[in-house]
């Protein structure tokens, strides 16, 4: 089956391309000629990801799935959450995402948080959605220097190390985006 992952993300692609069976062949959205970005203007990371994947699938006419994650520190009320990836202005800048929520979160002692994906799916048949959330701490600076976004300052529970410092297989194991893509996974290979 051919389906488009709705992302511009090479990141993504790559740890979602991994975890992939081998019946289903992943496009992006340079694959389908998709060049605009992908609006991302709901209140909720559950729309942002309806958004997205309802654009691709009305405008290029394929079976899609998109995705949006968000941070949600607790002891801020959830931020940054669904404004995660532009959390210090509109460039997306990773770094200054980071050391903003270090700085909002450096008189606090509470730093707990979690990672939660959202992943739509949109085919000729059906709209599915599958949620993944891993529960876990911010840490007071960063930790190790793989992965992306916010990877090395979360410290999943049950670990001493950050996403950051992990493998992408371990961190697929028991990331958000790897829970919910394997939900979506599931899914495709019982019902296509």
């Not at 959202?118 to 840490?139: D, S």
Request: net charge negative; charged share 30%; aromatic share 8%.
């Amino acid at each position: 089956m051919k389906l488009c992952f709705a992302t511009n993300n090479k990141n993504k692609l790559k740890e979602v391309s991994s975890l992939l069976s081998g019946s289903l062949l992943l496009l992006s959205l340079q694959d389908i000629g998709c060049t605009e970005d992908l609006e991302e203007t709901q209140d909720t990371i559950e729309g942002n990801s309806l958004q997205k994947a309802d654009y691709i699938f009305n405008k290029y006419k394929v079976a899609v799935f998109a995705d949006d994650t968000g941070l949600e520190v607790d002891t801020l009320n959830g931020e940054p959450g669904v404004k995660s990836a532009r959390y210090a202005g509109e460039e997306r800048d990773n770094e200054a995402n980071i050391q903003l929520l270090l700085s909002n979160l450096k008189a606090k002692s509470k730093r707990d948080a979690q990672f939660k994906t959202v992943i739509t799916l949109i085919t000729e048949k059906e709209q599915v959605q599958f949620e993944g959330v891993v529960r876990g701490r911010i840490a007071e600076a960063k930790l190790g220097d793989e992965g992306f976004g916010y990877d090395p300052i979360f410290v999943p529970d049950g670990y001493d190390m950050s996403f950051a410092q992990m493998s992408m297989a371990e961190k697929n194991e028991i990331s958000h985006r790897g829970l919910a893509v394997k939900k979506l996974v599931d899914y495709l290979n019982q019902n296509y």
